[in-house]
């Protein structure tokens, strides 16, 4: 079997020493160099908190000691969605107009609000296992030229495109380091997994910031200062880290959104010449995260058969790499989401992102891929 050699990004002059896949080696000298040769704030900034306590704070080397994350659907659960696939059926519509009323579940429905309640205030993820997938797909769509693709198929294309084309680990065996998506919730469903690793991880970003407002509070005034960034072709600067305190409609709240390849470049996507490099400050920023991320994460048993729901606004999430064999092909869909009811307020300079992502898609028009595919802007 060959062996995929990805393109090299070259970033910006200037750029720090600092890769998409992190180096603990480097991140252990520059935040020594910098301590010892800056002047580094030791007070965080006005109006944050010291500690943020809450579900969504959670440990993962202790969080399965007092959460169950797992919801097992029950051969009622699977015979309700039956009966709401074939009433949906004799709508003849299109799939987009999915909705409580055209896929009508009487009784699962309680449960499934039951879980956004705990995706939005409890501890931000859940994993639904029992969805039988070795039977014939439901119908989908396929891609004709410009559409709203609203799914998403993540799996090793490295083998069958161009890796000049590929801007994402999505696409490849590679491990995936901490990061989040954009929108507020997100679904993964297994369609299939790997022969060997590919491994999901869970951290609480919330208990990350309170590592950080802990014991190194100079990188919160980091990443809550703007960063230049790309989206969707154009120039944005804004922060990576957003605090909202309680208000008499609702709870105190944080949300860090970043993906740290825009930052260091991945594959056939650098950090553009025409872009101002990073500074050191923002790379170690980007390593501490993934680091605290990785040592207080949660490794979930997730397999074939199985939905990941989780809350992106307060958590990361990450995956190992893996292999593939002709048997075993790990191949997962995803969904952004977002619940009108216990959606979050969103951040004014993310206004823009989340708007990119849910606002002007129409549902009876909505493509369903059948095939995966390399994800244009």
Not at 136 to 160: E, F, N, W
Not at 224 to 252: C, I, K, M, N
Request: hydrophobic fraction near 35%.
């Amino acid at each position: 079997m060959s062996v995929v050699i990805p393109p090299v990004p070259v970033g910006p002059d200037g750029q720090p020493d600092i890769q998409y896949l992190p180096d603990p080696v480097k991140y252990a000298a520059r935040a020594e160099r910098r301590q010892r040769e800056e002047n580094l704030p030791r007070t965080l900034p006005e109006g944050f908190p010291q500690e943020l306590k809450s579900d969504l704070a959670w440990d993962g080397k202790t969080v399965g000691e007092v959460y169950d994350w797992n919801y097992h659907l029950t051969e009622d659960d699977l015979k309700e969605v039956d009966q709401a696939l074939l009433h949906f059926k004799t709508l003849n519509l299109p799939i987009g107009l999915v909705n409580q009323e055209t896929f009508p579940l009487y009784k699962l429905h309680n449960s499934l609000r039951l879980i956004s309640r705990e995706i939005h205030l409890g501890r931000g993820f859940k994993v639904i296992r029992g969805v039988p997938v070795d039977h014939p797909r439901p119908p989908g769509q396929q891609l004709a030229g410009k559409a709203d693709v609203v799914l998403a198929h993540i799996t090793d294309l490295s083998r069958k495109v161009d890796t000049k084309t590929i801007k994402a680990p999505a696409y490849t065996t590679e491990k995936q380091v901490f990061h989040t998506d954009a929108g507020d919730v997100i679904t993964l469903f297994a369609l299939q997994e790997a022969a060997e690793g590919g491994q999901s991880y869970l951290s609480s970003s919330w208990h990350v910031y309170n590592e950080l407002a802990r014991t190194r509070p100079d990188l919160i005034h980091t990443l809550a200062e703007p960063w230049v960034a790309e989206q969707g072709g154009d120039v944005v600067s804004r922060p990576l880290l957003y605090y909202q305190p309680q208000t008499s409609s609702s709870p105190e709240r944080l949300i860090i959104q970043y993906a740290r390849r825009g930052f260091t470049g991945y594959w056939g996507k650098p950090r553009a010449a025409t872009l101002p490099p990073i500074t050191e400050a923002q790379a170690e920023a980007l390593d501490a995260l993934h680091y605290l991320a990785e040592k207080s994460a949660v490794a979930l048993d997730f397999h074939k058969g199985d939905i990941q729901v989780i809350n992106n606004l307060s958590i990361f999430h990450a995956r190992a790499g893996f292999t593939d064999s002709d048997e075993k092909r790990r191949h997962l869909v995803r969904l952004w989401l977002r619940d009108p009811e216990l959606a979050w307020e969103t951040p004014e300079r993310l206004k823009s992102r989340w708007e990119y992502v849910y606002d002007g898609v129409d549902a009876a028009k909505s493509i369903f891929p059948l095939k995966p595919f390399v994800r244009s802007q």
